[in-house]
Each structure stands twice: as structure tokens, then as C-alpha cells.
């Protein structure tokens, strides 16, 4: 089984500055894949970033970058220089790559808003 | 910019109605999620499905609930019949499948069942 866990309801950041949302997840599955979305209050879910178990560098798309610690069982999200745009719930999920259901394992959440 | 859509965007119906929710996965993606929000449980997967073929349906209830794929481009899901507590968000995902797939979500149905 898999579990993400999401300990941080709530964030608040300054625009401009950085901020790191925290994920730590578990599972017995040996290669496991690792995701955030992103929902806005439109309610869509759109996808950020992604981290391979097996990934010997820490992912990064944009803004956004994945502080993985294998060891420590987290997949943080760091959002650098933050804008009023990326004010929205941001959910880390996961799922195994070796067989079984392809389906994503989902935290409850960390809703950021961004102060101007 | 290809993108999963979804319809209806909104529902609202009375418990006892059937409700029909559709979904255009994204050209030549293989793979079709279906996934339902709500407060106290978050996002659960209810079913998915693989070139039109179910390969796991076990977070559907099934005495109220089907899902099929008429044909690639549209994936159905069905509830006869409604209940308050179907109230949720039901998204639609797609992706090309494999390994490291990554899945790209639908606007989502928001259902509220009176």
C-alpha cells in the first residue's frame, strides 16, 4: 500500500520569495514515481513536476523543483520566486512502476496563498 | 493545447436520477482515470481503463456505478442511481500509459445530488 502524507494545511508566502511544501509518503513498492499537481480554485488539476524513485537528480520545470530525499521518504515541492498566480491547493501523489494499478495515491493537500 | 475535456461541468440532480458524465481523453493518449473528490475522503481513484479494456474498477461502488469506453475518444461514467453522498468532483484523467506516465487531468464534474 501507499500512503502520501501532506502535514502542512496551509502555507503562506510573500510574493517573490520562495517557499517549500512538504510531502513525505511511504510504500514497499521498490521503483515508485512521485507527483505534484497543482488546483487553482477553477478546480482544475494541472500537472507540475515528476520524480523517478531511480532519478539520481532532483527534477525541475520552471519555477518549480523537487527536493527528493530518498532516505527520508520526502519529495518536497520548492516554488521559487512565488506570484499571486500560484495562490491554489497543491497536492503530492505517487504510484508504484512495478506492476499492480497504475492508479495515483494522493495527499489531502497544502493550500498556498501568495501576499502581495 | 491538447486537453482532457469533460461535460457536464456542473450537475445538479435529485437523488434517485441517473447521471451520465463523459470524457474526451487527449488524441492518442491510451489510458483513461476516473477520480472522485470530495472533503473527507480527497481524491480516490475510482476506475481506468487501458485501449477500452477496464484494468481496475475497485474504487467503484458497483451496485450504482459503471464505466465504459464506447469508443477512444469518449469514456463514460454512470451512476444509477443517485445518492446524496455521490456529491463530489469527478475528474477524468488521460495518459499515453507505461511506466513513468504521467496523467493529465479534466476540468472535472462538479455532481450535487438534492
Known amino acids: 500500500a501507499q500512503k502520501i502524507t501532506q502535514t502542512q494545511p496551509g ?12 510531502c513525505t509518503y511511504d510504500t514497499s513498492d521498490p ?5 505534484w499537481y497543482k488546483q487553482p480554485s477553477s478546480g482544475e488539476m494541472i ?10 537528480q532532483n527534477a525541475t520545470e520552471g519555477r518549480y523543483s523537487l527536493n527528493f530525499q530518498k532516505a527520508r ?22 504510484r508504484g512502476l512495478q506492476g499492480g494499478s497504475e492508479k495515483l495515491v494522493f495527499g489531502k493537500g497544502t493550500k498556498l496563498t501568495v501576499n502581495p | ?3 482532457v475535456t469533460q461535460t457536464p461541468r456542473d450537475k445538479v440532480t435529485e437523488m434517485g436520477q441517473e447521471v451520465t458524465m463523459r470524457c474526451q481523453p487527449i488524441l492518442g493518449h491510451n489510458t483513461v482515470f476516473w477520480y472522485r473528490q470530495t472533503m473527507m475522503q ?4 475510482l476506475a481506468y481503463f487501458r485501449n477500452r479494456a477496464p484494468l481496475d474498477d475497485s474504487g467503484m461502488p458497483k451496485d450504482r456505478f459503471s464505466a465504459e469506453m464506447p469508443d477512444a475518444t469518449l469514456a ?8 446524496p453522498r ?25 455532481l450535487t445530488v438534492l
Open chain 1, 11 to 22: 502555507m503562506f508566502v510573500q510574493e517573490k520569495e520562495a517557499v517549500t511544501l512538504d
Open chain 1, 31 to 35: 521503483s515508485y514515481g512521485l507527483f
Open chain 1, 47 to 56: 500537472f507540475l513536476i515528476y520524480q523517478g524513485s531511480y532519478d539520481q
Open chain 1, 73 to 94: 521518504k520526502s519529495a518536497n515541492l520548492v516554488i521559487s520566486a512565488s506570484q499571486l498566480g500560484d495562490s491554489a491547493m497543491y497536492f503530492c501523489a505517487m
Open chain 2, 1 to 3: 493545447d491538447a486537453r
Open chain 2, 42 to 45: 480527497g481524491l480516490e481513484l
Open chain 2, 76 to 83: 463514460t461514467l454512470k451512476i444509477q442511481p443517485s445518492e
Open chain 2, 86 to 110: 455521490d456529491s463530489a468532483v469527478y475528474f477524468c484523467a488521460s495518459g499515453r500509459g507505461g511506466r513513468t506516465d504521467t496523467q493529465y487531468f479534466g476540468p472535472g464534474t462538479r
